[in-house]
């Protein structure tokens, strides 16, 4: 366990020294005097309500989880479940989120479940959320029509994904191509049950069921903006909110940086700077946003991870 720790100490560490970095640049763009008079005349009645929107998300992604978990015949159990599931929001600041799969580490440990299986869960989250926040962007699109180029794109190489998902013979060819190689056709045999598991996960009626899950979890980020805007005495539409949280977060995932960091950011400051926000305003609510829908994430996940290190070590003594 403590292996699996230490291997991703340094990709979160990196991600954590990004992101402050990133503050700071934001503060500088927005002038920091200017956001700290805008910070003082933030309306506090709001906090509550924006600190709880992201873990309202998490729940919602938790349901995914634990039906995912369901349909790959995986029953851990219910407390160690919520830990293992929350611990993975550590890891949202690690490269493309690759640090997530520390999911499929723990429920190892756990209940000895096969990676090949869990892995695919983990990348039917995020296939299956990148669907939901393209649908939430071209909604916004109806406010801004902005970003016809991204989002198509988008669409169009997850559902390559999945179509490819469907059919194994590409894969048992791989595996047959490599022949005797050892490492290669172990690797492809892998891929091969990682296929039969994904399928599972892709049927219409699973992906309907996370799409859904995914729009009304990930419309709650979309509402941080909304009453972060109005906290700070500005203006902007719901839709315009969710368009901002929801292309961002699609450029700051294809970046495959860490968490999105510095893309993520740079986005959402760009576009509030679009719709009429001043610069101020605008660097002051991308903080808030990221605060919540980011940091408060990771350290509930790193609480998660200290209680689930404890709770696998008891079981293991």
């Keep these: 366990m403590k292996e699996i720790a230490n291997k991703y100490k340094k990709p979160f560490f990196g991600g954590l020294l990004i992101g402050l970095s990133v503050v700071v640049a934001v503060l500088i763009l927005g002038d920091l005097k200017g956001v700290v008079m805008v910070f003082a005349g933030f309306n506090l009645r709001y906090l509550p309500v924006i600190l709880l929107l992201a ?12 039906y995912y978990l369901k349909l790959s015949n995986l029953f851990p159990e219910p407390k160690m479940n919520i830990l ?3 611990s993975g929001l550590s890891m949202t600041v690690t490269p493309g989120k690759v640090g997530e799969l520390l999911k499929c580490y723990l429920l190892k440990e756990h209940i000895n479940a096969p990676f090949s299986v869990t892995s695919s869960i983990v990348m039917a989250e995020r ?13 916004g699109t109806l406010a801004y029509g902005y970003g016809g180029y991204v989002l198509p794109a988008t669409f169009g190489v997850l559902a390559a994904v999945i179509i490819l998902l469907q059919y194994d013979r590409p894969f048992r060819y791989l595996e047959h191509l490599v022949g005797k190689r050892k490492f290669w056709r172990k690797c492809a045999a892998f891929l091969l049950e990682f296929q039969g598991s994904a399928r599972r996960l892709f049927t219409l009626p ?15 980020e979309g509402a941080v903006i909304f ?37 993520a950011e740079g986005s959402i400051l760009a576009l509030l700077l679009w719709t009429g926000l001043g610069r101020e305003m605008a660097a002051a609510t991308t903080l808030i946003t990221r605060f919540s829908t980011l940091w408060l994430g990771v350290v509930i996940g790193l609480v998660g991870l200290y209680l689930v290190q404890k709770e696998l070590f008891k079981v293991e003594s």
């Design 55 to 66: 873990p309202l998300n998490y729940v919602f992604r938790y349901i995914k989880w634990s």
């Design 84 to 86: 293992i599931f929350t």
């Design 127 to 139: 296939l299956t959320d990148g669907i939901a926040m393209a649908i939430l962007a071209s909604l």
């Design 206 to 220: 699973a992906l309907l069921f996370a799409v859904v899950i995914g729009v009304v979890s990930w419309g709650f």
């Design 227 to 263: 009453l972060a805007v109005k906290a700070f005495g500005g203006e902007i539409s719901f839709l315009g909110s969710v368009f901002v949280v929801s292309f961002s977060s699609i450029l700051g995932a294809l970046s495959f940086l860490p968490g999105g960091l510095g893309v």
